[in-house]
């Protein structure tokens, strides 16, 4: 069977780990939860990079560093992971979906100035499958209404718009390295933002509320309890996981990038043919290979092909029940305007095996067998 995806091993993981634990100190805030950061802060050019405990937990920093209060509105689109939404229900605020675009299935940038009214507060962003929405138009409503920019940027490491990586272009970006993602710690992520103004506010809402991250610097000499807080910090196994993988980002990304390009070759005349879509990445816009998928004519035929490709040794995956469909979004939501294609759009769309251990032989026959279906 060839898998959908597996989490990412390039070599180095076992022996940080190790080192890690002969450093005798496992809890937040170590050796290599530093080296992450830092690493991150140079290479992606933001000012601070935090680890947390998820990408989940970024945007709940996010939602509470934006200032949410109950009743407030938060645009972002209904085709995406509950996480983006969740964070910002559990300050309060109310969801208002809008539309996506079926060429990247991002958020509808021309959608959202209809959205806004006066309880408007945020607008978050999703970088689906790590091609980047259109962020100076964003930037530029935001601007106009006082708004602040989101990043749900889980699928975006080390991808960009414009020169700039995703993730650093709002007011906070938010990653994850949960074992699906290009690269991982197993359950884990980081908020990013480039202001120091949130600096001490961040530290305090990610170390329980206390100033203990003042304390570790030199800064006061006990630390206190000091404002509202939980527990954002992963454990520094975690981190030396996922520096392990950080050294060798570019390997990482030049393997799915092969993967990536291959499959887009190769099912290209089916696109010519009329019998599926392929994605498209925007002018401006540079990937991460987080996700290859293709779009076929209806839900009925999506059924049709992955059983067929189960029968034939191969998982692919669909995602996504929009989000003002779902129990939660009803409860929690609105839509605004038509939903002309989250619902459609999001019925069609397969995912393909990609991961970084995937052997190019698998990729080839995964082509293979999509080209000898016959029901498109
Ligand atoms: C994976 C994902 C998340 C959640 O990430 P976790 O690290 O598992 O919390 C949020 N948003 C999007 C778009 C994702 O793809």
């Given at each position: 069977m060839i898998d959908f995806n597996r989490p990412a091993y390039t070599g180095k993981e076992m022996e940080y780990i190790q080192d890690a634990v002969q450093r005798g100190m496992l809890c937040g805030d170590g050796e290599y939860t530093k080296r992450c950061s830092r690493w991150m802060e140079e290479r992606f050019h933001t000012a601070h990079v935090m680890l947390t405990t998820s990408c989940t937990h970024a945007l709940e920093m996010a939602a509470y560093l934006s200032d949410i209060q109950p009743g407030d509105e938060v645009i972002m689109?209904?085709?995406?992971?509950v996480s983006t939404a969740d964070a910002f229900v559990l300050r309060g605020a109310r969801i208002v979906f809008v539309d996506i675009r079926p060429?990247?299935?991002?958020?509808?940038?021309?959608?959202i100035e209809p959205a806004i009214t006066e309880k408007t507060k945020a607008i978050v962003v999703v970088h689906y499958a790590g091609v980047s929405c259109e962020m100076d138009k964003i930037l530029q409503i935001a601007h106009k209404y006082g708004l602040k920019v989101v990043e749900d940027a889980a699928q975006g490491v080390n991808a960009y718009y414009k020169g700039k990586a995703l993730?650093?272009?709002?007011?906070f970006g938010c990653y994850s390295f949960h074992e699906?993602?290009?690269?991982?710690?197993g359950e884990g992520g980081a908020i990013l933002f480039?202001?120091?103004?949130?600096q001490e506010k961040a530290e305090i809402l990610r170390e329980k509320g206390t100033d203990r991250s003042k304390f570790f610097r030199g800064q006061v000499d006990k630390y206190r309890w000091m404002d509202y807080g939980s527990s954002y910090l992963p454990s520094e196994l975690n981190a030396a996981y996922l520096y392990a993988q950080l050294e060798v980002c570019d390997q990482i990304q030049d393997k799915r990038m092969e993967i990536w390009n291959y499959y887009h070759r190769e099912l290209e005349a089916l696109e010519k043919e009329g019998k599926i879509t392929r994605p498209v990445i925007p002018e401006g816009c540079i990937h991460n290979a987080h996700m290859y998928y293709l779009k076929v004519r209806d839900m009925e035929v999506r059924t049709k092909l992955i059983h067929y490709l189960r029968e034939k040794g191969i998982c692919s995956v669909f995602h996504y029940i929009p989000l003002h469909t779902a129990p939660a979004g009803q409860k929690f939501g609105r839509f605004a305007g038509e939903d002309r294609y989250t619902t459609k759009e999001s019925e069609k769309l397969l995912r393909l095996p990609m991961f970084y251990n995937l052997d190019m032989k698998d990729v080839e026959y995964v082509t293979e067998q999509l080209k000898s279906f016959k029901e498109y």
């Open positions: 689109p209904a085709y995406t992971f060429d990247t299935m991002n958020i509808d940038e021309d959608l993730g650093t272009i709002g007011d699906t993602k290009n690269y991982t710690m480039d202001k120091d103004e949130y």
